[in-house]
């Protein structure tokens, strides 16, 4: 399989832990991924996929489109809400100082200013796949609690 070469706005296809089951996610300019909420049986068109709800962004380790059979399906416009680089949550692990880090640069914070940014972390295709079907299922994601920086 030829390598992928994502670029701003290239929709991917991703397979779910069910056969025959898959999602989508749009590939970012800041390197991140917004990944739709919805298991799909069906192929559907760039603007059926754009339509869907979206579930969380997060970065993506760089060989995981690859390594796990991800194709690109589309592209299209990436909306203004997700042009600006994400902001995240970290947690010393040592200190447990948080901090809001975005393009390397990170600032001390609070509890209540890292409340509802995502925790800093890079996601493979498990905890991606793992994250989401949590999330279309109602449960809570074991993956997102165990980097969560709020306990």
Known sequence: MARIA?????LLILPLSTQGTHAYCQWLPDGTARFF??????????????????????????????RYNWAKVGKSDIPASCINPQLYAKKDAITGKLSIYSEGNEKPATPDEVKGLESMAVWAHPHIVERLEAQLEGKESMFLRSISVLA
Do not use: H, M
């Open 37 to 66: 909420l919805a298991a799909c049986t069906t192929e559907l068109k760039a603007d059926e996929i754009v339509a869907l709800p979206v579930a969380f962004r997060v970065l993506v380790f760089n060989d995981t489109p690859n």
């Open 6 to 10: 994502k670029k701003p706005g290239d």
